[in-house]
């Protein structure tokens, strides 16, 4: 056990994060998660993310966007937290064209019901060339199947739910590497079940209190995945930690 002393101070809050080597692995992605808890755990407080985020936490959701090719996010995320199209600042903007990369990540939508509302910004606002994906199965109902088909690009990845596997591998297929899951924790809980998850950037908000819905839901029987601390930044009374998975 080691005590932690105050490292150097990091003027740009991304660059830990910018600086880390993502090697797609065997289904053509690089997987890591975003997400913040309190310190129970705790994934919201009052059904949305909001009151657990603190400033430092809101800032660092916004910039690694900036290093993702996709932001994937379960349905029910996307519906409690009304979410829209990827927005970056200038610089980072810059940064992405000077590495070839287009503006913004989309936005990849996980969803068996299709109950979305195809008329929202999430859908509309959506750059041409960077539409929302909305990844669903084969036996999604077939009117909301033709709405989406209207609204987004669609992915089948499996036939009476979404498989994760399929769904990484149909999102390496339209040429994404890196993919940031902003959740939510049901659907984080999937990709870990299917070892998926190559990375989870945490942070953790000095509160406690939230609602009983951890940062992650594993299926059950699904079997345990360890991960290797890789850094621990804190800003405040908010701590921010990133593990990678690793064997134990
Ligand atoms: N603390 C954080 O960092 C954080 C991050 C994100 C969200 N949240 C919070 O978490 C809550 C929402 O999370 P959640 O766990 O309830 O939901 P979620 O993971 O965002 O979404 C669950 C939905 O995703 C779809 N889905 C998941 N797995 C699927 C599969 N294998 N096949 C097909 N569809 C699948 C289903 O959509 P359909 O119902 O459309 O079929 C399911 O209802 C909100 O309160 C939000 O504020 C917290």
């Given at each position: 056990?080691?005590?932690?002393?105050?490292g150097?101070?990091?003027?740009?809050?991304?660059?830990?994060?910018?600086?880390?080597?993502?090697?797609?692995?065997?289904?053509?992605c690089?997987?890591?998660?975003?997400?913040?808890?309190?310190?129970?755990?705790?994934a919201?407080?009052?059904?949305?993310?909001?009151?657990?985020?603190?400033?430092?936490?809101?800032?660092?959701?916004?910039?690694?966007?900036?290093?993702?090719?996709v932001?994937?996010?379960?349905?029910?995320t996307?519906?409690?937290?009304?979410?829209?199209?990827?927005?970056?600042?200038?610089?980072?903007?810059?940064?992405?064209?000077?590495?070839?990369?287009?503006?913004?990540?989309?936005?990849?939508?996980?969803?068996?019901?299709?109950?979305?509302?195809?008329?929202?910004?999430?859908?509309?606002?959506?750059?041409?060339?960077?539409?929302?994906?909305?990844?669903?199965?084969?036996?999604?109902?077939?009117?909301?199947?033709?709405?989406?088909?209207?609204?987004?690009?669609?992915v089948?990845?499996?036939?009476?739910?979404?498989?994760?596997?399929?769904?990484?591998?149909?999102?390496?297929g339209?040429?994404?590497?890196?993919?940031?899951?902003?959740?939510?924790?049901t659907?984080?809980?999937?990709?870990?079940?299917?070892?998926?998850?190559?990375?989870?950037?945490?942070?953790?908000?000095?509160?406690?209190?939230?609602?009983p819905?951890?940062?992650?839901?594993?299926?059950?029987?699904?079997?345990?995945?360890?991960?290797?601390?890789?850094?621990?930044?804190?800003?405040?009374?908010?701590?921010?930690?990133?593990?990678?998975r690793?064997?134990?």
């Amino acid at each position: 056990m080691h005590v932690l002393t105050t490292g150097e101070a990091v003027s740009d809050l991304l660059a830990p994060y910018a600086a880390v080597e993502r090697r797609p692995g065997r289904l053509g992605c690089w997987v890591m998660g975003h997400m913040v808890g309190g310190l129970d755990g705790s994934a919201a407080i009052d059904g949305r993310v909001g009151r657990l985020s603190t400033a430092p936490d809101v800032e660092l959701f916004r910039l690694m966007r900036a290093l993702a090719d996709v932001v994937l996010v379960g349905a029910q995320t996307v519906r409690a937290e009304g979410y829209g199209p990827a927005r970056l600042p200038a610089e980072r903007i810059k940064a992405r064209r000077a590495a070839g990369k287009p503006d913004t990540p989309p936005i990849a939508i996980v969803s068996r019901s299709l109950d979305l509302d195809w008329t929202a910004k999430i859908f509309t606002d959506a750059p041409a060339d960077r539409r929302t994906t909305v990844i669903t199965c084969e036996n999604a109902d077939p009117d909301r199947l033709a709405a989406a088909r209207g609204a987004a690009e669609v992915v089948l990845a499996g036939t009476e739910r979404v498989e994760p596997a399929a769904a990484i591998a149909g999102l390496a297929g339209l040429g994404h590497r890196t993919v940031l899951c902003e959740g939510g924790p049901t659907w984080l809980g999937e990709l870990v079940a299917a070892d998926l998850l190559d990375e989870l950037c945490l942070t953790i908000s000095p509160l406690m209190g939230g609602d009983p819905l951890p940062i992650s839901v594993t299926p059950p029987a699904a079997p345990v995945a360890p991960f290797a601390l890789r850094h621990v930044l804190a800003d405040g009374d908010t701590l921010f930690l990133r593990y990678e998975r690793g064997t134990r």
